[in-house]
């Protein structure tokens, strides 16, 4: 049996989202804290289906004082499974049921902090499956590249 491997993603797309900054504002405001930092690196670091293969300390740091976060808050080691992720069936259950209710403008205030939950966890889901279905994809490349070359 196969163990899985972990695997370090970078969330900084979120935080950019989240504060709505640019990567190119993002590369600026390091600039102006004295840190020479490649673009690329920035955009490749805002590229969540990726995993984060080697992260320089010094652009680490400049982020989280950027953003006023920790390491932590932003890259994320998670196992490689091979299996496509599902909500809960009590969490679809309820999310569809918020959701009905949002629609309608009948959501309390409690109602729509549960479903922020909620969706941030089918977020969470769906991040993950695009992950794993993009690492079988580059798996399978070489694949079908060396059958058409033989063809």
Not at 9 to 22: G, H, V
Not at 37 to 59: I, W
Not at 115 to 127: G, I
Request: hydrophobic content about 35%.
């Amino acid at each position: 049996m196969e163990s899985n491997q972990m695997h370090a993603y970078s969330y900084l797309k979120r935080l950019l989202k989240q504060q709505e900054i640019s990567v190119p504002e993002l590369h600026r405001r390091i600039r102006t804290q004295g840190l020479s930092v490649n673009l690329k690196s920035l955009y490749r670091l805002s590229d969540d289906t990726q995993p984060v293969d080697r992260l320089d300390m010094r652009v680490a740091g400049a982020i989280c004082s950027v953003f006023s976060v920790r390491l932590s808050d932003w890259i994320i080691f998670q196992e490689e499974s091979q299996m496509l992720h599902t909500l809960a069936p009590q969490s679809q259950a309820r999310l569809d049921t918020l959701m009905g209710k949002n629609n309608q403008g009948e959501l309390t205030a409690l109602e729509r902090e549960e479903l922020r939950t909620l969706v941030r966890e089918a977020e969470e889901v769906m991040l993950t499956n695009a992950r794993l279905l993009s690492q079988q994809q580059q798996r399978l490349k070489p694949e079908v590249l060396g059958s058409s070359v033989a063809s």
